[in-house]
T-cell receptor, first 116, second 112 residues
Framework: DTEVTQTPKHLVMGMTNKKSLKCEQHMGHRAMYWYKQKAKKPPELMFVYSYEKLSINESVPSRFSPECPNSSLLNLHLHALQPEDSALYLC???????????????FGSGTQLSVL | RKEVEQDPGPFNVPEGATVAFNCTYSNSASQSFFWYRQDCRKEPKLLMSVYSSGNEDGRFTAQLNRASQYISLLIRDSKLSDSATYLCVVNTYTGGGNKLTFGTGTQLKVEL
């Protein structure tokens, strides 16, 4: 079983809805990530939080808004999404050491998002 | 050119076979390298790290050639349970965080 917990597991939303994806880890990891994965494609990096600060934004559209309330939690707020945003959204975390985030990712089981 | 490239396969092999996967990366500043495994409709899971000296974990051997920007994974004595997609992952530390980029993945099917 994964130690990174994502909720909900499935989400269906309309293009005018606002929803949030949640991710939680209690391994003491100091970096957290959002990836997007379309069917038969590899995961694509969206955002990285390192020591609770946004460190990487891969030019993601503003309709996706990440938030890191504390070192254990990571949210992804969704607003005015398009049907092409339908995908599996994966959260991951990695351990930190001496101010530098670890490299080995531990993934949650993902949220399968469908935008109608 | 994609940052991380792999042969997508599928590789269909009989049980007990040896199979090798290759991966190339374009950013010479990349610092660390990994192989992940992803089963159908599941999250990716770390299989092993990859070092220039080569490293082995049971039936799995990984190798890195920095000069050629090339990574390999060898699976010996394939099992049915090895059937999955194998993802090559390259890490570039940007000063603020790790940017881990996944390759396109290679699908392996081990058959009786």
């Amino acid at each position: 079983d994964t130690e990174v917990t994502q909720t909900p597991k499935h989400l269906v939303m309309g293009m005018t809805n606002k929803k949030s994806l949640k991710c939680e880890q209690h391994m003491g990891h100091r970096a957290m990530y959002w990836y997007k994965q379309k069917a038969k494609k590899p995961p694509e990096l969206m955002f990285v939080y390192s020591y609770e600060k946004l460190s990487i934004n891969e030019s993601v559209p503003s309709r996706f808004s990440p938030e890191c309330p504390n070192s254990s939690l990571l949210n992804l707020h969704l607003h005015a999404l398009q049907p092409e945003d339908s995908a599996l959204y994966l959260c991951a975390s990695s351990q930190g050491d001496r101010g530098r985030p670890g490299e080995k990712l531990f993934f949650g089981s993902g949220t399968q998002l469908s935008v109608l | 050119r994609k940052e991380v490239e792999q042969d997508p396969g599928p590789f269909n092999v009989p049980e007990g076979a040896t199979v090798a996967f290759n991966c190339t990366y374009s950013n010479s500043a990349s610092q660390s390298f990994f192989w992940y495994r992803q089963d159908c409709r599941k999250e990716p899971k770390l299989l092993m790290s990859v070092y220039s000296s080569g490293n082995e974990d049971g039936r799995f051997t990984a190798q890195l050639n920095r000069a050629s920007q090339y990574i390999s994974l060898l699976i010996r004595d394939s099992k049915l349970s090895d059937s999955a997609t194998y993802l090559c992952v390259v890490n570039t530390y940007t000063g603020g965080g790790n940017k881990l980029t996944f390759g396109t993945g290679t699908q392996l099917k081990v058959e009786l």
